[in-house]
């Protein structure tokens, strides 16, 4: 279906993509991990011809369409939500749409136009009703309430859509498109528990072949077939879910680590007899043979281990007993998004907020340390709080390097500690110094983690912080804000990242009204 043969790519002098060779065949559903900044993101745009390789070639199968989850699609303001997702079936109306044309043409048909005519309209209609085009509602409802699309309302403007919203009603397009290949780039970000759970179930179904990029661990395992792992520039395929591929993976550097050792004693051997015997006359032609040995020897590169992340959050002094406590707060902008909300937040509890997406989960968080004004009702915050807020998505327009970011915001660190801060978050000198707008989703999350990091703080807001984090740095952040003493209140889709931390979860659909 897909063949990429030899293909390189770099940004300035970092080197994203070296010698890559890839294929996608027939049915195949496949994954591509990688720690973040290996290029995932840059090989899809490759591959769909988004972005010019330096050099190789991509070459696609005849009569293949591509549906690919372009988040940064404009979605045209005043059509609702139905009208976006009928525009899937834009081929199937422009059939109809024909047809009826040589309908209206019969009436003045000679015999021979109007058999030709009758012909044509008959296979038109035969295509029509193989494809399902008469139950087109009923499949767009389908695939919409299984997104959690019926929740907002499939009337509601699709300009009034919150970010998570409109990559929702992307993916239902794209689904309902069913293309012979499908491209996800990290499709659970925006889904909530119950809606990866059915994304899961359709991939595992799907007839056709994908391409995925995720974190998302038990996601991936429970919808691939192959793995292709991105590290160093290079691209290796492993059969298998994403368990496998971690098997496999480890025993082969297992394998190369025990081959360097064992070529190293014996480089170490072979020089040591030469520097003995190359001078004396009786042995110089055994060292001679022995450096010609050593010369054609094809060295073994011991297994480079990534950069890994280490995370820490600095407490502040201790707050008030009462973090926060909220009366007859409800939450909104132009409308009322949640019936009145009493709650209190104790020191040093650890919450998760979870619920359907579009119900006010982050707009709760942004209300809750006065980032936003209450719709009605108020919150009224402890004392002597340090906050430390992550929001759930950078500005795609900051031109800062990732070095500046820190910077701007801490001026009296030296270049020398903003380095260190930046290199301890899992950040190498190419991406601290490359703007924050080239830099990966999950680079970016580390550069606003890193600022959280570097300031004193008891009061920890997390909003989907795992969004585009690898797997070792969804690791180490988890262990942090466990070690972590102050109070803690996130927003997670992964209950297997939170359930392990927190001590009660809040769900927010108790507490919300429908969305008009």
């Known amino acids: 279906m897909l063949l990429v043969e030899n293909v390189n790519h770099g940004f300035g002098s970092r080197v994203i993509l070296e010698d890559v060779t890839f294929r996608l065949k027939k049915g195949e559903h496949i994954t591509l991990v990688g720690a973040n900044g290996e290029g995932k993101s840059t090989f899809l745009n490759i591959i769909t011809k988004k972005l010019m390789p330096d050099e190789g070639t991509i070459r696609w199968a005849n009569k293949v369409s591509v549906g690919y989850l372009d988040q940064h699609t404009v979605l045209e303001k005043g059509k609702s939500i139905r009208d976006v997702l009928r525009t899937a079936f834009d081929g199937m109306f422009q059939l109809e749409k024909d047809m009826l044309e040589m ?7 000679t015999d021979e136009e109007m058999a030709k005519l009758m012909e044509e309209t008959s296979t038109i209609q035969d295509t029509l009703e193989l494809s399902g085009f008469y139950a087109i509602d009923s499949k767009i409802d389908e695939v919409a309430n299984g997104l959690g699309l019926r929740d907002i309302g499939l009337d509601k403007d699709v300009s009034q859509l919150s970010g998570g919203q409109r990559t929702k009603v992307l993916l239902t397009k794209l689904l309902l498109e069913s293309p012979t290949i499908l491209i996800l780039d990290e499709p659970t970000n925006y889904l909530d528990e119950d809606h990866i759970e059915w994304l899961k179930n359709y991939l595992q179904n799907y007839e056709n072949s994908f391409i995925l990029v995720s974190h998302d661990i038990a996601f991936v395992n429970s919808v691939s077939t192959v793995i292709y792992h991105m590290e160093n520039g290079s691209i290796t395929r492993y059969k298998g879910n994403y368990d496998d591929f971690q098997n496999m993976y480890n025993l082969k550097k297992r394998q190369v680590e025990q081959a360097f050792v064992k070529q190293q004693k014996e480089i170490k051997h072979l020089e040591t007899f030469i520097a003995k015997n190359k001078a004396r006359v009786a042995t110089t ?8 040995k050593l010369d054609k020897m094809v060295k073994i590169e011991r297994p480079r281990d990534k950069v890994k992340p280490e995370f820490r959050f600095n407490e502040a002094r201790v707050p008030s007993k009462i973090v926060f406590e909220a009366n007859d707060l409800v939450l909104g902008y132009d409308e009322a998004l949640t019936s009145p909300l009493n709650v209190q937040l104790i020191r040093g509890k650890k919450i998760a907020l979870k619920g359907v997406n579009g119900l006010g989960k982050s707009t709760l968080l942004k209300t809750l340390i ?16 340090e906050i430390g807020y992550f929001e759930q998505e950078s500005s795609r327009d900051n031109s800062n390097t990732a070095i500046d970011e820190i910077w701007n915001t801490y ?5 020398f500690e903003v380095r260190q801060a930046l290199a301890k978050c899992g950040l190498t000198n190419d991406h ?13 999350a580390k550069v606003r983690l890193c600022k959280i990091m570097l300031r004193d703080i008891n009061f920890l807001v997390l909003d989907e912080p795992t969004n585009h984090l690898d797997v070792d740095a969804k ?6 804000i466990q070690a972590f003493k102050g109070t803690v209140l996130l927003v997670s889709h992964e209950p297997e990242f939170y359930m392990d931390i927190v001590e009660d979860v809040w769900n927010i659909e108790d507490w919300t009204t429908k969305i008009v």
């Open 285 to 292: 032609n055994m060292a001679k043979s022995r450096q010609k």
């Open 475 to 480: 690791e180490e952040l988890k262990r942090a």
């Open 370 to 385: 006065g980032k936003i004004k209450p719709f009605d009702g108020k919150v009224e915050l402890g004392d002597y709080l």
């Open 432 to 444: 601290i110094t490359s703007q924050m707008k080239v830099l990966s989703g999950g680079e970016a």
């Open 411 to 415: 001026p009296s660190m030296s270049n």
């Open 103 to 109: 309908y209206d043409k019969m009436g003045s048909a």
